[in-house]
């Protein structure tokens, strides 16, 4: 099905993307850390030990700059960075062992990055061995890591797969030799497959491709070949995410002539197609920007109503505690929020003083709270009821919002909850912000958001 050009252009404005609520841009520039240190505490006083935490460690050490890229990261080729980091995220790991009464049960990981296989396997070993030595492993668990075709070695993926990862997301973003040269991401196809076929001889059971559309010089042509390649390797999972611009905040995306990003309507076509022929081969739509075969565990969690999310992404487990390790990482307490120093400096001079190293926060109100599950059941589920109390501030800033969206066919409402439509799922982050209270009161002010457009 095509999508109405005249609903692109009416929803293609900047709104979040929802990876938490509320966003990142509305927290605090500061952090009252010993309201965190408490309210971390009591989280874990009263959850259940059984569901275990979720664990996310940044590596943000990568040997060359991707301009597309709005990732935390640090450009080096001088690898002794390796062991200074994994000292100081072992120092980390340390403080929040200090907050909990019991060694956690880690139920799921992620290394993301910068570039995660930037590290040594014996060093992603130290690292790990480190973790595990003060923690117990659920028997559910899900251990997944992002790799770089061109250097993710198979003495790596063992590694990994011996430390219980079973796993892994390649960054692929494109296959077209110029697109790749544009946006400084060369890695040729043989180097894709065989990163593939060695996660595959190490035993991986879930191997994911990353692909971005609406990068510069992407049109019909190289897309449907890019997606015809990736097809022929058939990653178990896809996330084909819209490129976001936001040259204000990365500036490697100031290298762009802003004339060769595809327009709107083209972008839309891009994605239109990759959908096509997603589809057409078997994978399932799920959520924001995934894809993935029927057996595979995404599919199954959202056909079960099990499908989560968080700053990870989509993921089958959903644990109350997310702790967030590392330069600019994030935790996600249930009630609060705490991200990490963003540069190394700040982060490396707190973490030799044996101080928690964060630099920003918020603590959610109960309102928060009902937003936050709002977006959630929406993004996953793509439907949500409503708490009676909070009809009165729905009244006020969300049920206009949900008229007119239901008027262009993307929901079905009422008071009592939304369902999202077929065409409604391509607009999810528009459906979204009809409950992000932060956004409906700059609308409400006259104040025009900064955030990549919805598509």
């Not at 890019?226 to 490129?243: G, N, V």
């Not at 932060?438 to 104040?447: I, T």
Request: proline share 5%.
């Amino acid at each position: 099905m095509s999508m109405d050009s005249q609903l692109l252009q009416k929803y293609n404005i900047p709104v979040p993307r929802y990876t938490s609520y509320p966003p990142v841009p509305y927290w605090d520039d500061s952090i009252d850390v010993d309201q965190w240190k408490s309210v971390f505490s009591s989280q874990v006083a009263k959850g259940n030990r059984e569901d275990g935490i979720s664990l996310y460690i940044h590596l943000p050490f990568c040997e060359s700059l991707c301009s597309y890229c709005g990732c935390n990261k640090k450009i080096t080729t001088n690898h002794s960075v390796e062991d200074v980091y994994i000292d100081a995220l072992l120092k980390e790991w340390d403080m929040y062992l200090s907050l909990m009464n019991e060694w956690p049960v880690i139920r799921e990981l992620h290394l993301g990055g910068g570039t995660p296989t930037f590290f040594s396997a014996a060093n992603l070993e130290k690292l790990l061995s480190g973790i595990f030595s003060k923690a117990m492993i659920h028997p559910q668990h899900e251990f997944s890591f992002e790799g770089h075709p061109n250097n993710t070695t198979l003495l790596q993926l063992q590694t990994l797969y011996r430390l219980g990862f079973r796993r892994v997301s390649y960054g692929v973003q494109d296959m077209d030799p110029e697109v790749q040269r544009v946006i400084s991401r060369i890695q040729p196809i043989e180097n894709v497959q065989t990163a593939v076929e060695n996660a595959r001889q190490a035993g991986y059971h879930s191997v994911n491709f990353d692909l971005i559309y609406g990068l510069p010089l992407q049109t019909a042509d190289t897309m449907r070949r890019t997606i015809e390649q990736t097809i022929a390797l058939k990653p178990d999972r896809i996330a084909f995410y819209s490129y976001a611009h936001v040259p204000w905040t990365s500036r490697g995306q100031r290298l762009f002539d802003e004339k060769d990003l595809p327009s709107t309507g083209e972008k839309m076509k891009l994605y239109q197609l990759g959908k096509d022929m997603f589809t057409a081969k078997g994978y399932r739509e799920i959520g924001m920007d995934h894809f993935a075969l029927p057996n595979e565990d995404l599919y199954i969690a959202k056909q079960e109503g099990r499908l989560h999310r968080n700053f990870m992404g989509y993921t089958t487990q959903h644990t109350s505690m997310l702790i967030g390790l590392g330069v600019s990482s994030i935790s996600d307490a249930g009630s609060a929020y705490a991200q990490n120093e963003k540069t190394l400096h700040n982060y490396y001079a707190a973490i030799d003083k044996n101080e928690f190293p964060l630099t920003k926060g918020y603590f959610l109100t109960t309102e928060d709270i009902h937003c936050k599950n709002y977006t959630l059941d929406i993004i996953c589920k793509g439907n949500t009821v409503f708490n009676k109390e909070d009809i009165p501030m729905l009244k006020k800033y969300s049920f206009p919002e949900l008229t007119s969206l239901e008027a262009d066919g993307l929901i079905q409402w009422s008071e009592r909850g939304l369902q999202l439509t077929v065409t409604g799922d391509h607009f999810v982050r528009n459906v979204c912000s009809a409950f992000d209270m932060f956004l409906q009161q700059k609308k409400l002010a006259g104040e025009k958001p900064k955030f990549s457009k919805a598509v």
